[in-house]
């Protein structure tokens, strides 16, 4: 299957900044991509589907004005989580879409993101 | 909310016994998959069930599916403590890439 990295694996950040998570496929080309929000002990929340070339298409209920993604190329996609607040703070995970090849995602190991 | 639901919510067994996890979903759907999340982790992919198939396994996992009740069950059998871990399925809705997650089951197993 396809081998997704993301970067960094933790952060900490003061209020109000903005931080970008990258999310890399390594041995694939990925025209979609997905980013999804897990707080804890809860589930995986669909945020919104990167799409390259394009623009990303959101979830309802998401900001895309707050969660900034670009796909500039077939293995980046970063996620810029803008002007960051305490309730932001999430264990942030990226996917693969595969289903042309393996017909499944492939889950990066995700970013928390800890808000002070 | 498309979110599917999983029960029970927490699972607590000794090793050695049987686990079983059953999940809801609210729509039609492609494929069904099963996935596991250790504290803080990744998601690891443990087994994919398409909706024309009823039953599959795995090693020492069972899953199976029943698309008239929108509802599969995970079977996780003489369990260990290395099972230990969140549970979640996932569905892919008919026409999109996207995969929706149940809520999650916690299992602990004790030594």
């Known amino acids: 299957g396809a081998v997704v990295s993301q970067h960094p694996s933790w952060v900490i950040c003061k209020s109000g900044t903005s931080v970008k998570i990258e999310c890399r496929s390594l041995d694939f080309q990925a025209t979609t991509m997905f980013w999804y929000r897990q707080f804890p002990k809860q589930s995986l929340m669909l945020m919104a589907t990167?799409?390259?070339?394009?623009?990303?298409?959101?979830e309802q209920g998401v900001e895309k004005d707050k969660f900034l993604i670009n796909h500039a190329s077939l293995t980046l996609s970063t996620l810029t989580v803008t002007s960051a607040h305490p309730e932001d703070s999430s264990f942030y995970i990226c996917s693969v879409f595969a289903g042309e090849v393996w017909n499944e995602q492939f889950f990066g190991p995700g970013t928390r993101l800890t808000v002070l | 909310s498309q979110q599917g639901e999983e029960d029970p919510q927490a699972l607590s067994i000794q090793e050695g016994e049987n686990a079983t996890m059953n999940c809801s979903y609210k729509?039609?759907?492609?494929?069904l998959q099963w996935y596991r999340q250790n504290s803080g982790r990744g998601l690891v992919h443990l087994i994919l069930?398409?909706?024309?198939?009823r039953e599959k396994h795995s090693g020492r996992l069972r899953v199976t599916l029943d698309t008239s009740k929108k509802s599969s069950s995970l079977l996780i059998t003489a369990s260990r403590a290395a099972d230990t871990a969140s549970y979640f399925c996932?569905?892919?809705?008919?026409?999109?890439?996207?995969?929706?997650f149940g809520t999650g089951t916690r299992l602990q197993v004790f030594p």
């Open positions: 069930i398409r909706s024309n198939e």
């Open positions: 996932a569905t892919d809705p008919h026409n999109t890439d996207k995969l929706i």
């Open positions: 990167s799409n390259e070339g394009s623009k990303a298409t959101y």
């Open positions: 729509t039609s759907i492609n494929n």
